[in-house]
């Protein structure tokens, strides 16, 4: 009866949020809570995102990670940068983009987003080719 009927409903109820704590697993704990309090209200989202620096006004959506371009792979040949995405694939910005004033790297094969932290100074040569 009734107590079958209670214990199937809080593990439904509990299903959602496991979902949630998977996604977010390879995280840090500050990131973890702070990933979880976004998700539960938008205007902890947008202070959140006030603290990080400034809001994301280009791009919707929730920006999973702050990364130092300094922990990012840099693939000199196809001038572009990358960073592990808790998916599987990797995060991707090209050099272009950072030199364009672009700081958001974005995962091909699920939507999550990291905001890269870089001075422009600081970034390589862009390689010039001749006009065609």
């Known amino acids: 009866g ?3 009927t209670a214990a199937n409903a809080a593990a439904d109820a ?3 949020a496991l979902d949630v704590v998977t996604e977010l697993i390879s995280a840090s704990p500050a990131r973890r809570r702070r990933a979880v309090v976004s998700e539960a209200s938008d205007k902890h989202t947008s202070k959140a995102q006030q603290r990080m620096g400034g809001e994301d006004h280009d791009h919707g959506g929730m920006v999973y990670e702050d990364v130092a371009i300094a ?3 840099y693939d000199a040949d196809n001038e572009l ?3 592990q995405c808790p998916c599987g694939d990797l995060f991707e910005i090209t050099l272009e983009e950072l030199h364009d004033g672009e700081t958001i790297a974005h995962c091909p094969s699920c939507t999550l987003k990291v905001r ?5 100074a ?3 040569a862009l390689t010039e080719y001749p006009d065609e």
């Not at 890269?116 to 422009?120: D, F």
Request: charge should be neutral; avoid cysteine; aromatic fraction near 16%.
């Open 2 to 4: 009734g107590r079958r």
């Open 14 to 16: 509990t299903t959602g």
């Open 71 to 73: 922990d990012m792979s």
């Open 81 to 83: 940068y990358q960073y």
């Open 116 to 120: 890269v932290l870089y001075e422009k």
């Open 122 to 124: 600081d970034l390589p």
